[in-house]
């Protein structure tokens, strides 16, 4: 396939989703293909763990094929890297990867660290730590900011650190607004480990109304996640113009979660904590006069 029918496959897709993808909307127009091919790579694999499907409206997989999925669409990385065919549907994505990856020097790492979160999501459906959480946050979540920092030229630990708390403090926003949604899914996010001080039991994780036990724990989560966030909030104003709007609006974005939270107190269980068109726009203006 040619390149510039790749990457024009991968900015449909982008442009396709409406969901919040870190950094992927205001990025100069010479790197939104080389951001679109990460999405589109990111997208497709999280589809296939998380959505059990290989393109949209497509057989639901067993976990047994998502597993052979994953593993064939890591072997179809492998296979790019060194300029080997892949299978017909994903060559599009990756002679787009392939491409933005020798343009710009992005390690593989990154790119596997993404798949291994994508196939533990299959998986695994219980954390016993908040380490063992952070981990999977570290592969899951923390790439994308480190990719898109390199697109932009940076590469610096200072800013991957603070990208990095970002991105966990996000995934973890993330995971204490879901909280009833990935019940339904039979996952619990929240360390096994806070359970017991705070009177939590699993059952209470699938109730109509969050227990007081329960939300004494997500306090507590919700705590410690804003000590991430924190950690992250002198990255935008390292950043130049508009990729520090992006990065300022997404910290933002984070934090309002967090404060839905608390002002629901702390039951996500009752109803999902969301921001609204109004919300979207009032974080658009304070990130712009705060950068």
């Known amino acids: 396939m040619q390149t510039a029918e790749a990457y024009a496959r991968c900015l449909a897709l982008t442009r396709a989703h409406y969901e919040n993808f870190p950094v992927a909307r205001m990025v100069p127009r010479r790197l939104q293909p080389a951001v679109a091919a990460v999405y589109a790579f990111a997208r497709t694999a999280d589809d296939i763990a998380d959505e059990g499907y290989d393109q949209p409206g497509g057989p639901i997989l067993s976990i047994d094929e998502r597993l052979m999925r994953l593993r064939d669409f890591n072997q179809a990385l492998l296979a790019s890297e060194l300029g080997q065919p892949v299978p017909p549907e994903w060559d599009w994505i990756f002679t787009a990867v392939a491409d933005t990856r020798q343009q710009y020097k992005l390690p593989i790492l990154l790119f596997q660290d993404l798949l291994s979160a994508f196939t533990q999501d299959v998986t695994r459906k219980r954390y016993e730590t908040f380490a063992d959480l952070l981990d999977y946050c570290r592969r899951s979540a923390n790439p994308v900011g480190r990719l898109v920092l390199l697109l932009h030229g940076f590469n610096d630990e200072k800013r991957f650190a603070e990208s990095d708390a970002i991105c966990t403090a996000l995934q973890l926003a993330n995971f204490w607004q879901d909280v009833a949604v990935d019940w339904k899914k ?43 966030f924190n950690q992250g909030r002198p990255l935008p104003a390292s950043l130049p113009f508009p990729l520090s709007l992006e990065i300022r609006i997404t910290w933002l974005g984070g934090s309002a979660i967090l404060d839905r939270v608390v002002a629901q107190n702390y039951d996500t269980l009752r109803s999902r904590p969301a921001l609204g068109t109004v919300d979207k726009v009032r974080l658009l203006l304070r990130a712009f006069f705060s950068i």
Do not use: K
């Open 186 to 228: 039979g996952r619990v996010y929240v360390p096994q480990e806070d359970w017991a001080p705070h009177g939590v039991r699993e059952e209470d994780f699938g109730a109509a109304i969050a227990s007081t036990q329960l939300r004494g724990c997500m306090r507590f989560q919700v705590r410690r996640t804003r000590g991430l």
